[in-house]
């Protein structure tokens, strides 16, 4: 079962995904990230493996690197936690999250190399997935076989057990990865 979700920035598919990680426990792998906030004000954004493993994946500011907006993507901070997380997620035979497919993201070739290799393969994918348009984002938006669900201000609240319902349901010989939730 690969589940993509989507929505308007700041809807609540961070949030999300961070509930569906607290309620697969250690069924879970992959990666979230969040913003870095100063006095107020967002500075930046962090990137956290699952397992702990934690980096600052864009700041404001005249640094080296791609930009995005006001921010500066540090890519060998986000290569560094996202491709060994999602490799680590699918050797261990986890349900593999992934806060976010963005712009962010797609600054580094490791990193989408390594979402099409977990969208490819057998694992259960929770992914969320920037509403932006760009050719990457727009091709895994389309690919066969993905759930796309749109989070609103309305839904957001039920989205997680939603999702659960449907890793628990499962799909083909993979089902077994959730069994008993």
């Keep these: 079962m690969k589940i993509l979700l989507t929505g308007a920035p700041g809807v609540g598919k961070t949030t999300a995904v961070r509930k569906i990680a607290r309620l697969l426990g250690e069924r879970a792998g992959g990666f979230l990230t969040e913003e870095i906030r100063e006095h107020g004000t967002r500075t930046g954004f962090a990137i956290e493996s699952l397992?702990?493993?934690?980096?600052?994946?864009?700041?404001?500011?005249?640094?080296?690197?791609?930009?995005?907006?006001?921010?500066?993507?540090?890519?060998?901070?986000?290569?560094?936690?996202?491709v060994g997380a999602l490799e680590g997620a699918v050797a261990r035979g986890k349900v593999v999250l992934i806060d976010e497919i963005g712009k962010m993201e797609m600054e580094s070739e490791a990193v989408r190399h390594g979402i099409l290799r977990v969208l490819d393969g057998p694992t259960h994918v929770v992914a969320t997935l920037g509403i932006a348009r760009h050719p990457f984002m727009d091709a895994v938006r389309a690919r066969r076989g993905v759930e796309l669900i749109e989070i609103t201000r309305e839904n957001r609240d039920g989205i997680p057990a939603r999702v659960m319902e449907l890793l628990t349901r499962g799909g083909g010989k993979d089902e077994g990865i959730v069994a008993g939730l």
């Design 51 to 82: 397992d702990g493993q934690r980096e600052v994946l864009a700041k404001r500011g005249a640094l080296p690197g791609p930009r995005i907006g006001p921010y500066t993507v540090i890519v060998r901070n986000l290569e560094a936690v996202a």
